[in-house]
Nanobody, 119 residues
Framework: QVQLVESGGGLVQAGGSLSLSCAASGRTFNTAAMGWFRQAPGKEREFVARISWSLGSTYYADSVKGRFTISGDIARNTVSLQMNSLKPEDTAVYYC????????????WGQGTQVTVSS
């Protein structure tokens, strides 16, 4: 099992920036990738971004492409999400997640951190 602890988030005006960080501990050798998801009130949790631990390749949801940047430090087991040009529709609870290597499931989740973008 991998334990994930997020930090960052908060309140920002539209057009502003925020940065989220996530620290992983535990059985991190089983991790193939790290990612960020978000859940807005009344909506299902959705994928935001992913970074492969072995290749460093990244993948983004279309809704955040060009505005958000995911980065990771495998030596420190940390992953970050830099969010620029924020929009009110980015308001959500953001979750860090770890993708398990052997079955590609998102098996570990952080507690979530609130991001609120005011118009």
């Amino acid at each position: 099992q991998v334990q994930l602890v997020e930090s960052g988030g908060g309140l920002v005006q539209a057009g502003g920036s925020l940065s989220l960080s996530c620290a992983a501990s535990g059985r991190t050798f089983n991790t193939a990738a790290m990612g960020w998801f978000r859940q807005a009130p009344g909506k299902e949790r959705e994928f935001v971004a992913r970074i492969s631990w072995s290749l460093g390749s990244t993948y983004y949801a279309d809704s955040v492409k060009g505005r958000f940047t995911i980065s990771g430090d495998i030596a420190r087991n940390t992953v970050s999400l830099q969010m620029n040009s924020l929009k009110p529709e980015d308001t959500a609870v953001y979750y860090c997640a770890a993708q398990r290597r052997y079955d590609s499931s998102w098996s570990s989740w952080g507690q979530g951190t609130q991001v609120t973008v005011s118009s």
